[in-house]
């Protein structure tokens, strides 16, 4: 039994195995293979290959940095700061030119403030009081200005007043003015200067095109007209997030410049440009929200003739700016084309394979092309059992194999 079995071992290893087919005459069946043929052979070419790139390696690991300048110039007079031109190096935070900038819109300016003891705001919950008890002396004011002193300050005809503070006086009082103060920054423009490098491929690239003079810059504005062009409207920018310039101006928010970089490197390095996408990143919220707006608090340093420090304390205002980028470059690699064309391939077989379960489970004949499909071989020891067949059994056999 053994040498029996090994001797079957050692002959089937120069046998050769190959399939056999059944040719079923179903229109029908034959229909929906082409259909399915049809729809996998166009998903991988339009999809695939057209839309996607499929035959492209593709590099997202974009390398980049941001260069920005803002102009302008604007004229205000107040009673705080009198006549005032107001220039970049006043109204653009950090002066840098750094990829998120701010650009100051509006301001409440608290002038002359020394540290000294002087009352409480009003608007402060946390410092009211009726008494000298309700003022502990050294206890800070958590959402106030200063440190408590142990006196409550009241007008002669108030029950109720505030605690004095030592603080820089006089605190901040004033309201958000009802109009911007830079009601001409509507027209400043802003510069955006952008480098990029994909590693993988080695291949560099600016947003700004190759000019010999500079000067030919000044005059464009980016827009439907000139694509290409660096220079942005400020007032322009803020109406393509759908947002009001004078709005915006008055409370402050926060804009987003989207660059998208999405570069075929089997075309000539000239056809690789940048898409721009303009959004209002914060809260737009009614403007008596406490969650719109965007503000923050600085002041500049002074002494005077006795050497004792004071400063203006200056909240502001504006528009902060973030620059971001991102993308992905493609060139052709015949490794990618193989695995796509190989996965085309491979769907193929699920056609064949639904229509099989068509042909042998869901249609009114599928009893007999299940029995042409899956022969049943049996074997009688001490018979022919082989070389026995009923002779009606014969036409169908011939079918099979033919």
Request: glycine content about 8%.
């Amino acid at each position: 039994m053994g040498q029996a079995g090994c001797k079957g071992l050692y002959q089937s290893v120069f046998d050769y195995k190959t399939e056999k087919y059944v040719i079923a005459k179903n229109k029908k069946v034959g229909l929906l293979y082409r259909l399915l043929q049809v729809s996998i052979l166009t998903y991988l070419v339009v999809w695939v290959f057209l839309i996607k790139k499929g035959y492209q390696d593709t590099d997202t690991s974009l390398q980049s940095s941001i260069i920005t300048k803002v102009k302008g110039v604007s004229f205000t007079n107040t009673s705080e700061l009198g006549e005032r031109l107001w220039d970049v190096a006043d109204y653009v935070i950090p002066p840098q030119g750094e990829n998120v900038f701010f650009v100051i819109t509006n301001l409440i300016v608290t002038p002359n403030q020394r540290q000294e003891t002087c009352a409480e705001s009003e608007r402060v919950p946390d410092a009211e009081c009726s008494e000298d008890r309700d003022c502990p002396p050294g206890k800070p004011v958590m959402t106030g200005n200063g440190v408590r002193t142990g006196r409550c300050l009241r007008a002669e005809s108030m029950q109720r007043g505030t605690c004095e503070i030592f603080a820089w006086c006089p605190v901040e009082t004033k309201s958000r003015p009802a109009k911007p103060l830079l009601r001409d920054a509507e027209d400043f423009t802003i510069y955006i200067k952008n480098f990029i490098r994909f590693p993988k491929f080695n291949f560099s690239k600016t947003n700004v095109l190759d000019k010999k003079d500079k000067d030919d810059f000044k005059p464009c504005r980016f827009g439907p007209k000139d694509p290409y062009c660096p220079i942005f409207r400020l007032g322009t920018v803020v109406s393509w997030t759908g947002s009001n310039f004078q709005e915006i101006a008055l409370q402050g928010g926060v804009i987003g410049i989207q660059i998208e970089w999405d570069c075929d490197l089997d075309k000539a390095p000239s056809e690789c440009n940048p898409r721009y996408y303009f959004n209002r990143l914060d809260s737009r919220s009614p403007g008596t929200s406490v969650s719109s707006g965007y503000n923050f608090r600085f002041a500049k340093y002074y002494r005077d003739e006795a050497g004792v420090e004071f400063r203006t304390l200056m909240k502001a205002y504006g528009i902060r700016f973030d620059v971001m980028v991102n993308g992905r470059a493609g060139k052709f690699s015949i490794i990618p084309t193989i695995i796509n064309v190989g996965s085309g391939v491979a769907l193929m077989g699920i056609g064949s394979f639904l229509c099989d379960l068509v042909l042998i489970y869901f249609i009114k004949k599928s009893n007999f092309y299940r029995n042409k499909k899956y022969e049943e071989a049996r074997h009688r020891s001490g018979h022919l059992g082989n070389a026995k067949m009923n002779v009606e059994q014969l036409p169908n056999l011939q079918t099979v194999e033919t």
